[in-house]
């Protein structure tokens, strides 16, 4: 079976077209929009359905995924490229000012992951930022091995010292972001999103935030 199939199988598998998605991803861009900048030319990795790169406001806009079945859910204006996240070879060196990526390092383990590191850094400008949503594992121990895809295990404060040994500084670690995943407690409408952001303890919340930008 080609990597492929077994992308597009694992696309069937755990991902299901969620009402109000768009609008909870159009809340949480803008968010997140203290890192990217509307000029930014901004990458979204293991992009799934667009949901957040259709969402993000920036000057230009790229997704990349495995699963070839990908490219119907981007919006006009978004590019977009099938391939794997280690091998980023079509993409010049300091062209990104924002790469993003929710829930992807936790499927990657060994040389896939290093690579998958190093090829982001390489593709961002000097200070350009890595900007991380993904499960901590701290919060989530007895879901975390559900998928059964995941093979690293991430904390806050591991996820944080990764990044820095490959030549990021931190600017941001937010333990508790957001539920594990759209199924859980997150409700489906936009203005209770908006609402759950703007707590300072937010219950159910077992994904973190991490932002890395490139050292100059």
Same mark, same amino acid.
């Given at each position: 079976?080609?990597?492929?199939?077994?992308?597009?199988?694992?696309?069937?598998?755990?991902?299901?077209? !969620?009402?109000?998605?768009?609008?909870?991803?159009?809340?949480?861009?803008?968010?997140?929009?203290?890192?990217?900048?509307?000029?930014?030319?901004?990458?979204?990795?293991?992009?799934? *359905?667009? =949901?957040?790169?259709?969402?993000?406001?920036?000057?230009? #806009?790229?997704?990349?995924?495995?699963?070839?079945?990908?490219?119907?859910?981007?919006?006009?204006?978004?590019?977009?490229?099938?391939?794997?996240?280690? =091998?980023?070879?079509?993409?010049?060196?300091?062209?990104?000012?924002?790469?993003?990526?929710?829930?992807?390092?936790?499927?990657?383990?060994?040389?896939?992951?290093? !690579?998958?590191?190093? !090829?982001?850094?390489?593709?961002?400008?000097?200070?350009?930022?890595?900007?991380?949503?993904?499960?901590?594992?701290?919060?989530?121990?007895?879901? *975390?091995?559900?998928? *059964?895809?995941?093979?690293?295990?991430?904390?806050?404060? =591991?996820?944080?010292?990764?990044?820095?040994?490959?030549?990021?500084?931190?600017?941001?670690?937010?333990?508790?972001?957001?539920?594990?995943?759209?199924?859980?407690?997150?409700?489906?409408? =936009?203005?209770?999103? !908006?609402? *759950?952001?703007?707590?300072?303890?937010?219950?159910?919340? #077992?994904?973190?935030?991490?932002?890395?930008?490139?050292?100059?």
């Amino acid at each position: 079976m080609s990597d492929d199939d077994t992308a597009a199988q694992y696309f069937r598998a755990r991902f299901v077209p !969620e009402a109000g998605r768009a609008g909870t991803w159009r809340v949480i861009c803008r968010h997140l929009a203290r890192y990217v900048p509307e000029t930014a030319r901004v990458l979204d990795l293991g992009a799934g *359905y667009c =949901s957040f790169i259709n969402a993000v406001r920036a000057g230009e #806009k790229h997704a990349l995924d495995a699963n070839p079945g990908f490219v119907e859910f981007a919006a006009p204006g978004v590019h977009t490229h099938v391939g794997r996240c280690h =091998s980023l070879l079509a993409f010049p060196a300091a062209h990104f000012d924002v790469v993003f990526a929710s829930n992807l390092l936790e499927h990657l383990a060994g040389n896939e992951l290093a !690579e998958t590191i190093c !090829e982001v850094r390489r593709v961002l400008r000097p200070g350009g930022r890595f900007v991380l949503m993904q499960p901590n594992f701290r919060y989530c121990v007895r879901e *975390y091995f559900d998928d *059964y895809t995941h093979q690293t295990v991430f904390t806050h404060v =591991s996820l944080a010292d990764l990044l820095r040994a490959h030549d990021f500084e931190i600017e941001a670690v937010v333990p508790r972001f957001l539920p594990l995943s759209f199924k859980s407690r997150l409700p489906a409408w =936009s203005w209770l999103v !908006e609402l *759950y952001l703007r707590l300072p303890w937010r219950p159910f919340a #077992k994904q973190m935030l991490v932002v890395g930008r490139a050292r100059r």
